[in-house]
């Protein structure tokens, strides 16, 4: 199946550069769309199989309270994480594409500056504040779970300031490289560490010791995210001085912070919610069910990467045909192969949680509810990158900050009831409902058609 899912991908984009971009200077834009996705897609792929292979061995060493009690943690970490990028990682995509388009060198250096110190800044004031709370907590949490959550935390400034490298390099428009620190060499180096670990450890290995060694591995990229953004930085942003724009950066990021926020939210909240209401193995069942159905997201996501960029070019220069035609083909390929995806879980899903240990495989109802909504997702298009990208982004956090109220309320009404399934289904009617949502302002804002069924030409104002 997965070799079936890469020619396909790689024939859906080559399809869409050679219709889209047509005329003498269109081959250097359809070149770099096609180089730039297929590379994008062959690394999600290969991080996908690392990931998943952590995954597994994860499960099966920590068990199924072991291995919802680690992701618990994770998902705290994460929900962390959006105060601590503050937004600005979703700014920088947008902002340094701009300034290197218009050579604004100045402005390009000074961006990178202010947005590591802010995000380095908030990041540790948010981890030790947590600290603080864990510690007030400790008795009620217990020793194991405490020790865990703060092992988390060391995970926090690394993460933000991984997700800065990486957001720099893509508005640079090195989209591939800029993936390789997060996609491939993280989850490859924490299942290397993994196997070492077992290897000295044996069944001592617990989730204090796999969140460990997950900030050991995010520790290893960021470096290495360091160096490669260093080497790519275009030569006049190093000979210049660096200007700031501090009001407009903030103002911009605040609504992008939201956005980012309710999203993680949105992923998350199930994930928490479940684990308070029912305990960490229910959240072990359900993160192996999620698990398989985000796989119908990964061409969505790799896809989204490379329009980023193109999306704020586009607009900018007022193409908004051609912007139109980009949305349109990109949302029925991704659609094509992230049905085949779909139904290969619904077809082989018991075997795909099997491989997890035979205690998961009663999630298959749970991993079938999730993967309506992800499919759904996908078929709306690139709603909430068409508006951020776009200057719309306090639109998109009134679209994507209802989602969030249905969600958490939906999951707080169907948790105590049905549990894991529940909190599926929760999040697969909040996913669809704040898609369909979003696909409405994206037309009522831009007059374009994002999902993968509308047409080619764009609503004309006025």
């Known amino acids: 199946m ?5 020619r396909s991908y790689t024939l859906v984009i080559s399809r869409l550069a050679g219709r889209i971009f047509t005329g003498e200077n269109a081959r250097p834009l359809r070149d ?22 952590s995954s597994v061995l994860l499960a099966r060493l920590l068990g199924v309270a072991g291995y919802g009690s680690y992701s618990y943690v994770m998902a705290w970490v994460a929900l ?4 601590g990028l503050f937004g600005l990682d979703r700014l920088l995509v947008r902002e340094i594409s701009v300034y290197r388009t218009q050579s604004e060198w100045h402005l ?25 709370v864990i510690w007030m907590l400790a008795e009620r949490l217990g020793f194991q779970m405490a020790t865990t959550l703060w092992l988390g935390l060391f995970i926090l400034p690394l993460l933000t300031l991984l997700d800065l490298r990486q957001a720099a390099m893509q508005g640079l428009n090195h989209v591939v490289v800029a993936l390789l620190p997060d996609l491939l060499l993280r ?12 290897f000295l450890l044996g069944h001592g290995l617990n989730a204090q010791w796999a969140v460990g060694l997950n900030a050991t591995a995010l520790a290893v990229a960021l470096l290495v995210g360091t160096v490669l953004l260093r080497r790519i930085l275009p030569q006049p942003t190093r000979d210049v001085s660096p200007a700031y724009r501090v009001g407009v950066w903030t103002r911009s990021a605040l609504p992008m912070m939201l956005i980012s926020g309710m999203h993680v939210i949105n992923h998350r909240i199930d994930t928490l919610m479940l684990g308070f209401m029912k305990g960490t193995e229910a959240v072990g069942i359900y993160t192996v069910a999620d698990r398989g159905a985000q796989l119908i997201l990964v061409i969505q996501t790799a896809v989204n990467v490379v329009l980023a960029p193109t999306i704020a070019g586009l607009h900018a220069a007022g193409k908004m045909e051609r912007l139109q035609r980009v ?42 509810i999730l993967i309506a909504g992800c499919v759904v997702n996908t078929a709306a298009g690139a709603v909430g990158l068409l508006l951020m990208m776009t200057g719309h982004e306090r639109d998109a956090a009134r679209g994507v900050g209802i989602g969030v109220v249905l969600s958490m309320a939906l999951n707080a009404a169907l948790i105590p009831k049905w549990g894991v399934e529940g909190a599926a289904t929760a999040t697969s009617f909040s996913m669809m409902a704040r898609n369909l949502l979003m696909v409405l302002i994206v037309y009522s804002k831009l ?8 047409g080619f030409s764009v609503r004309r104002k006025g």
């Open 80 to 83: 962390l994480a959006v105060p």
């Open 187 to 198: 989850p490859m180096s924490l299942m290397i560490f993994l196997g070492v670990a077992y």
């Open 327 to 368: 949305i349109t083909k990109s949302s029925r390929g991704v659609l094509l192969v992230s049905l085949s995806i779909a139904l290969g879980l619904i077809l082989f899903g018991e075997r795909f949680l099997s491989m997890f240990g035979a205690e998961f495989v009663d999630a298959y109802p749970t991993l079938a």
């Open 447 to 454: 007059g374009i058609h994002s999902t993968a069924f509308g």
């Open 32 to 53: 770099r769309l096609l180089k730039a996705a297929t590379g994008t897609f062959g690394l999600r792929l290969a991080a996908s199989g690392f990931s998943f292979i």
């Open 108 to 132: 390009l250096r000074g961006l990178l500056l202010w947005a590591n110190r802010t995000a380095l800044t908030i990041s540790l004031g948010l981890a030790l504040l947590a600290a603080g």
């Open 2 to 6: 997965i070799d079936f899912v890469l």
